[in-house]
C-alpha cells in the first residue's frame, strides 16, 4: 500500500479540503483491484467506468502513459494524481482564466481585480477581496508572496464557498430575530415521532431527534391514555407503534438546542383522560424544568407575540386552554392574594369546598363563540371525581355535572392547560370571526385541503390573518404514506407553521430544506415586509405591483464527476440533463432543462442558456436538478440543490443597461451583464447528504424588470 500512501500524502500537501484526498484515496482502492498499491491499465479502465467516464481505449492508454513517468507500466502515488488532474481537466475553466491572464499561466492581483469586478461583481470591494481570495486558495506559497493566482488556485476559488451559488453572508444568522413569532416561517414537522407510513409505521424518539437536528422548531406530539397510568404516543386508531410521553419529552429536552438556540414549540394533540393529562403537565415541568416557558416572559399582559430572540432557548406548548391568558394572569394574582388570606384560617377551607361545589364557575367570558359548551374549572385543591366535571350543555343540577352522561368529554386539566401561554389552539370559523374574536395569541391549525381552498377563495385575507396571527397547516389524512405537499404555496399566503412529514425524502422537503437553509439553519427565517403588514394588499393568486420583477439567465456550462444512479452497474454511463425549477407565486412557478449529453457523468458540457421571468422574487426558490435521461421511462434522478432566489449569491447593484437586450447564448457573451457571476452548485442527494464533489457550473445573470421593458 506505499503507493496508496504517496498518493495521500501528495494529495494532503496540495491545499484543497480534507474531502479531496479521502476521495481520491477511494478510487484508489476502488480502482487497484488486487490491492497492490498500484493500477494497471486494466485497472484503469475498470475505474474510469467506476468513475463515469465512457473514454476511447486509446486515448485512455494516452493518458496512462502519459501519467507513468516511471515507465512501470502501472500507475502509483503521484503518477495516479497526474492521471486525476489529467482527466479533471476544466477547458471551460481554463477559457475564462486565459480570457483574464495576459500570459495565461497565471491572474496578477490587478488581473483578478478585473475579473472580481466585471464577471462577479465585487464592486468596491474587488481590491481587498482578490487578495484575501490569492491568501485562502493559491496552492503555492510562492504564488501567495507574489499575490498571483495559478489556474489550480482559480479552479480551488471556484469550487470552494466563495464561488457557491448560496451565498455565504446567508449562511450565518443574519435576519432579523426581533419581531414577533407570527412575522416567521417555522420550520415545522408532522407526526414527528412517525418514522414510516400513517397507519402501520413504527413510532419512535428518533423521528424526534432527525426532526430537531436537521432545524424543525415545531414538533408534533399525539398523546393517549396508556397502560399504568403513563400517557403513550403514537397514531390514534391504527397499528403505528407507541412510545412513552415521558421518553419524548426528555429527547426533546436533550435535543432541542444542539442546532439552534431559538425556541421549540411543543404542538399538544391531547386526547388523555384527566388523570393521564395531570401526569403530561408532572413530565412537561419535571423533565424541562427550566427550559419550559410557563408563564409570559415578564409576568405582564403581552401586546404581542415574543420574538424568537426573547424566547431563545425556550420550549413553548401549543394546544387547548380552558381560559384566557388575561384570566391566567388575573387568577394568579388573586391565588397570590388568596394564600395570603388563607395563612392562619385553614378552618375555613370545608365552607370554601362547598362553596366551590355548588357554584361551579364558568371561566370564558367568550362562551358565546363555543356554542354549546360551557368550560368549567375546579378550584386549586380538587380531587378527581371533582375533575370529572365533563364539558357538556349547561344544568341547573350540581349533582348532573358530578355524575355525568356516558357522551359527555373530560374537561382539560388545569395543571396542563396553565402550561399554554402563547400559543393557545383555538378553532377557525372565518377570517372575519377570527378578527372579532380572537386574541393574537390564538392560534388555528388548517389541512392542506382548507387552507388552499382560502388561498384561492379569499387570499389577500388569508396574508392579514397571518400577519397578527399564528397558522399550522398539516398533511391530508388521506396522506397514508407520509407524502407531502408542496409548501410554497402555504408560505406565499404568510402561513408560519407548514407542517411537513420530514420522514419522507423528494421534491417537496427539497423546498423545505431549500428555505430554511438561510439564517443559520435556526429554524426561524423572516417573512418578506408585504407579509407582515396587516393592511397588506398582496394576493398570492394575483400578485400585482409595487413587487419588483426580475429576469434570470442561467448558462448551464458544465458537470463534474455526477454519480450515477445505480453503483451497482459497473458498465452503465449516465446520460445527465440539467432541469431548472423556479417555486413561488403560480405565475412565478416553472421549470426548463438542457439537452442531455450521452455516456457522459464525469465532465458533461452544455453550454445552454434558460431564461426565467420571476414576478414575486422575494417568494422564490430555485431547484437545480440532475437527471440520468432515459427516454423509456421517467428520468433518474441524480442529484439537486434548493435555495431561495434571495440567497443566490450576486454581487452589488449595477445600474440596468440591457433590459432590452437579447439573452445571450455564449456564456462568455454574458459578462456585461448586471448581477452576473460563475458559480458552482454543489449537489445533494435524495435525502439531502451531500454528493461531493459532484457540482455543476453555471453563470448566472438577474437584471431588474421583464425581459424586454423599457425600464
Not at 395531570?278 to 415578564?298: F, K, N, P, R
Not at 394568579?332 to 384560617?345: A, C, D, H, K, P
Not at 462568455?668 to 451583464?673: H, K, P, T, V
Request: hydrophobic share 35%; glycine share 6%.
Amino acid at each position: 500500500m506505499q503507493g496508496l500512501q504517496h498518493l495521500v500524502d501528495f494529495v494532503t500537501s496540495m491545499d484543497q479540503k480534507e474531502r479531496l484526498d479521502q476521495w481520491l484515496s477511494d478510487w484508489f482502492q476502488r480502482g487497484d483491484k488486487n490491492q497492490d498499491g498500484r493500477m494497471s491499465f486494466p485497472e484503469v479502465q475498470r475505474l474510469l467506468h467506476l468513475m463515469n467516464v465512457e473514454m476511447d481505449q486509446e486515448y485512455a492508454l494516452q493518458l496512462f502513459q502519459a501519467a507513468d513517468t516511471s515507465q512501470s507500466g502501472t500507475l502509483e502515488g503521484e503518477e495516479f494524481v497526474e492521471f486525476y488532474k489529467a482527466l479533471t481537466k476544466r477547458p471551460e475553466v481554463q477559457e475564462v482564466f486565459e480570457n483574464f491572464s495576459a500570459d495565461g499561466q497565471k491572474l496578477t492581483l490587478l488581473e483578478f481585480v478585473d475579473f472580481l469586478r466585471e464577471e462577479q461583481k465585487e464592486g468596491e470591494r474587488a481590491s481587498d477581496l482578490a487578495l484575501e481570495l490569492i491568501n485562502r486558495y493559491e496552492p503555492s506559497d510562492s504564488g501567495k508572496v507574489r499575490h498571483v493566482l495559478s489556474l489550480d488556485g482559480f479552479l480551488s476559488y471556484l469550487c470552494s464557498k466563495d464561488g457557491d451559488v448560496f451565498n455565504p453572508a446567508c449562511l450565518p444568522i443574519y435576519q432579523d430575530m426581533t419581531q414577533p413569532l407570527n412575522h416567521y416561517y417555522i420550520n415545522s414537522s408532522h407526526n414527528t415521532y412517525l418514522v414510516g407510513d400513517q397507519l402501520c409505521g413504527q413510532s419512535s424518539v428518533e423521528g424526534y431527534i432527525r426532526a430537531l437536528k436537521r432545524g424543525c422548531r415545531c414538533v408534533e406530539v399525539d398523546i393517549w391514555d396508556g397502560p399504568s397510568g403513563e400517557p403513550i404516543v403514537y397514531h390514534g386508531h391504527t397499528l403505528t407503534s407507541r412510545i412513552p410521553f415521558k421518553d419524548v419529552v426528555a429527547t426533546v429536552a436533550q435535543y432541542a438546542f444542539q442546532t439552534s438556540d431559538y425556541p421549540v414549540i411543543l404542538s399538544l394533540e391531547n386526547h388523555c383522560t384527566w388523570e393521564q393529562q395531570q401526569v403530561m403537565a408532572l413530565h412537561l415541568t419535571e423533565i424541562l424544568g427550566e427550559q419550559l416557558l410557563s408563564t409570559t416572559l415578564d409576568g405582564l399582559l403581552p401586546t404581542q407575540l415574543p420574538s424568537p430572540e426573547e424566547l431563545r432557548r425556550k420550549i413553548l406548548v401549543k394546544g387547548k386552554k380552558i381560559q384566557t391568558l388575561e384570566e391566567d394572569l388575573e387568577e394568579e394574582e388573586e391565588e397570590e392574594v388568596l394564600e395570603s388570606q388563607l395563612e392562619g384560617e385553614q378552618e375555613a377551607k370545608p365552607e370554601l369546598e362547598a362553596q366551590f361545589e355548588s357554584e361551579p364557575q364558568e371561566l370564558s367570558p367568550r362562551s358565546k363563540d363555543k356554542k354549546k359548551d360551557k368550560v368549567v374549572m375546579c378550584p386549586p385543591f380538587c380531587t378527581p371525581i371533582c375533575c370529572q366535571i365533563m364539558v357538556q350543555a349547561p344544568s341547573s343540577k350540581p349533582e348532573s355535572l358530578l355524575f355525568p352522561k356516558q357522551k359527555s368529554k373530560p374537561i382539560m386539566c388545569p395543571s396542563l392547560s396553565a402550561l399554554v401561554v402563547y400559543l393557545k389552539a383555538v378553532s377557525f370559523h372565518s377570517f372575519t370571526h377570527s378578527r372579532e374574536h380572537y386574541r393574537f395569541y390564538e392560534t388555528s391549525s388548517f389541512s392542506e385541503t382548507k387552507a388552499k381552498s382560502l388561498i384561492k377563495e379569499a387570499g389577500n385575507a388569508f396574508v392579514q390573518h397571518n400577519a397578527w396571527q399564528l397558522s399550522r397547516v398539516y398533511p391530508s389524512g388521506l396522506r397514508t404514506d407520509s407524502s407531502n405537499y408542496n409548501p410554497q404555496e402555504l408560505w406565499n399566503a404568510g402561513c408560519q407553521m407548514v407542517a411537513m412529514n420530514v420522514q419522507t425524502a423528494g421534491l417537496e422537503m427539497d423546498i423545505c430544506d431549500g428555505l430554511f437553509r438561510q439564517n443559520g439553519g435556526c429554524g426561524y427565517v423572516l417573512k418578506p415586509d408585504f407579509l407582515r403588514d396587516i393592511q397588506s394588499s398582496f394576493h398570492p393568486e394575483r400578485p400585482i405591483s409595487p413587487f419588483k420583477a426580475q429576469t434570470l439567465l442561467i448558462q448551464v456550462i458544465s458537470g463534474q464527476q455526477l454519480p450515477k444512479e445505480d453503483m451497482t452497474k459497473e458498465r452503465s454511463i449516465v446520460d445527465p440533463l440539467v432541469r431548472v425549477e423556479i417555486f413561488g407565486v403560480r405565475p412565478d412557478t416553472t421549470r426548463q432543462e438542457t439537452s442531455y449529453v450521452e455516456n457522459n457523468g464525469f465532465n458533461p458540457y452544455w453550454g445552454q442558456t434558460l431564461c426565467f421571468r420571476v414576478l414575486v422574487p422575494e417568494l422564490a426558490l430555485l431547484r437545480f436538478v440532475v437527471n440520468d435521461y432515459n427516454w423509456k421511462t421517467r428520468h433518474d434522478f441524480i442529484g439537486q440543490y434548493t435555495l431561495p432566489w434571495t440567497c443566490m449569491q450576486q454581487g452589488g447593484p449595477v445600474p440596468q443597461t440591457l433590459a432590452s437586450s437579447p439573452a445571450p447564448a455564449p456564456f462568455l457573451m454574458l459578462s456585461s451583464c448586471p448581477f452576473l457571476g460563475y458559480r458552482h452548485i454543489h449537489l445533494l442527494s435524495k435525502d439531502g447528504t451531500s454528493l461531493h464533489p459532484a457540482t455543476i457550473f453555471v453563470h448566472i445573470c438577474i437584471r431588474e424588470g421583464l425581459e424586454g421593458d423599457e425600464s
